[in-house]
């Protein structure tokens, strides 16, 4: 069973800095996406970049860009100029799609928060 | 375009009554997800649907748990009897299909006392 690791359980960061998020995966799938959802207080689940496994490039959304690292198994999330509004827990999600359940399996988060 | 619908927003009740949450997925999505969020197991898939048929409950935790999808827009987890360790926050997500992102809802916090 695939399994997601965040090792970092809280963290904090000033605003306008740089802070980047772990997290580990375990598998032996060669194909499979991965994603980071950030929660903010209102526990609304919200989509922040996805990385496919087959692409080498890693995936950047404005100030949010990951670091995957295929055969370390590790995908990292780097937060660029930071702002209060990102301020929320973070969770990393493995998805293996073919012939198996579409589930996400879920690290259990790193709880963020950008100080003024 | 609305997101993930989902109703009600907040359940308190009582132990041994039903609760049913109601979820409408995204128009055009083929794929409905239930997971529950708790303190002690993180956010789990209880089960999902593909063409509203369900494809891998393994995670619904017992008999008292069911769910079903009656057509492409709808769907609800029932709770019958409810115990005091079923309180949660309980999400229903929808996607396009096999490997597409997934959206939640906004979830359902239910409270059993």
């Known amino acids: 069973a695939q399994t997601v690791t965040q090792s970092q359980p809280e963290m904090s960061v000033q605003e306008a800095e740089t802070v980047t998020l772990s997290c580990t995966y375990d598998t032996s799938e060669n194909n499979y996406y991965l994603f980071w959802y950030k929660q903010p207080p209102s526990r609304q689940m919200i989509l922040v970049i996805r990385?496919?496994?087959?692409?080498?490039q890693n995936a950047t959304e404005n100030r949010f860009s990951v670091n995957f690292q295929k055969a370390a198994k590790s995908f990292s999330l780097k937060i660029s100029d930071s702002q209060l509004g990102d301020t929320a827990m973070y969770f990393c999600?493995?998805?293996?799609?073919?012939?198996?359940?579409?589930?996400?399996?879920f690290g259990k988060g790193t709880k963020l928060t950008v100080n003024p | 375009d609305a997101g993930v619908i989902q109703s009600p927003r907040h359940e308190v009740t009582e132990m041994g009554q039903e609760v049913t949450l109601r979820c409408k997925p995204i128009?055009?999505?083929?794929?409905l997800f239930w997971y529950r969020q708790t303190m002690m197991r993180g956010l789990e898939l209880l089960i999902y649907?593909?063409?509203?048929?369900?494809?891998?409950d393994s995670g619904m935790p017992e008999d008292r748990f069911s769910a079903k999808m009656p057509n492409a827009s709808f769907s609800t987890l029932k709770i019958q009897p409810s115990e005091p360790r079923d309180s949660a926050v309980y999400f229903c997500?929808?996607?396009?299909?096999?490997?597409?992102?997934?959206?939640f809802g906004p979830g359902t916090r239910l409270l059993v006392l």
């Open positions: 999600a493995f998805m293996k799609p073919q012939g198996g359940s579409e589930k996400l399996v």
């Open positions: 649907f593909n063409n509203n048929v369900p494809i891998d």
């Open positions: 990385q496919e496994a087959y692409k080498q």
């Open positions: 997500a929808s996607s396009v299909g096999q490997g597409e992102t997934q959206y």
């Open positions: 128009s055009g999505h083929n794929s």
